[in-house]
């Protein structure tokens, strides 16, 4: 396992920490080590756990199937999967959010994400700083959902 060991790669283990735990569960889709190290730190200061995948299938498998998921953080370095994969857990689960990391600051692509179901996208480099908020405020407010 590349990163850090707050990163688990079996969805198995993804199910059985979500019931005995309450903290923040997202899931990650990357191939981009420096990416993942980031997230993982700042899951660290937000107590969370993340499934990480490398396969935008394995990644739709994991969304359909563990439903206790707080978000998903996708790496458009996967070009169209990238895309695809935003596309099908907006069909799939409309309800999760999904921060969407680009390669790069342009607009359209940006434009892109949201239109098709993104929640919050950030250009590389991100910031451990940003990303950590953006996590803390989707839990947040997916919890005030709840309650309410």
């Given at each position: 396992?590349?990163?850090?060991s707050?990163?688990?790669?079996?969805?198995?283990?993804?199910?059985?920490?979500?019931?005995?735990?309450?903290?923040?569960?997202?899931?990650?889709?990357?191939?981009?080590?420096?990416?993942?190290?980031?997230?993982?730190?700042?899951?660290?200061?937000?107590?969370?756990?993340?499934?990480?995948?490398?396969?935008?299938?394995?990644?739709?498998?994991?969304?359909?199937?563990?439903?206790?998921?707080?978000?998903?953080?996708?790496?458009?370095?996967?070009?169209?999967?990238?895309?695809?994969?935003?596309?099908?857990?907006?069909?799939?689960?409309?309800?999760?959010p999904?921060?969407?990391?680009?390669?790069?600051?342009?607009?359209?692509?940006?434009?892109?994400?949201?239109?098709?179901?993104?929640?919050?996208?950030f250009?590389?480099?991100?910031?451990?700083?940003?990303?950590?908020?953006?996590?803390?405020?989707?839990?947040?407010?997916?919890?005030?959902?709840?309650?309410?």
């Open positions: 396992m590349r990163g850090n707050q990163l688990m790669r079996s969805a198995n283990s993804l199910g059985r920490k979500c019931r005995s735990m309450k903290t923040p569960l997202m899931l990650l889709l990357t191939s981009d080590c420096q990416l993942e190290d980031l997230v993982a730190d700042a899951l660290s200061q937000v107590g969370g756990v993340s499934h990480l995948t490398c396969d935008a299938g394995d990644a739709l498998e994991t969304i359909c199937d563990v439903q206790d998921l707080d978000a998903a953080i996708i790496d458009f370095e996967h070009g169209p999967h990238g895309m695809t994969l935003l596309g099908a857990i907006n069909t799939v689960r409309e309800d999760l999904v921060i969407v990391i680009t390669r790069d600051d342009q607009k359209h692509v940006e434009a892109l994400a949201y239109a098709n179901g993104a929640t919050i996208c250009a590389k480099p991100v910031l451990r700083s940003e990303l950590t908020r953006a996590i803390c405020g989707l839990c947040k407010s997916k919890l005030e959902q709840a309650v309410a």
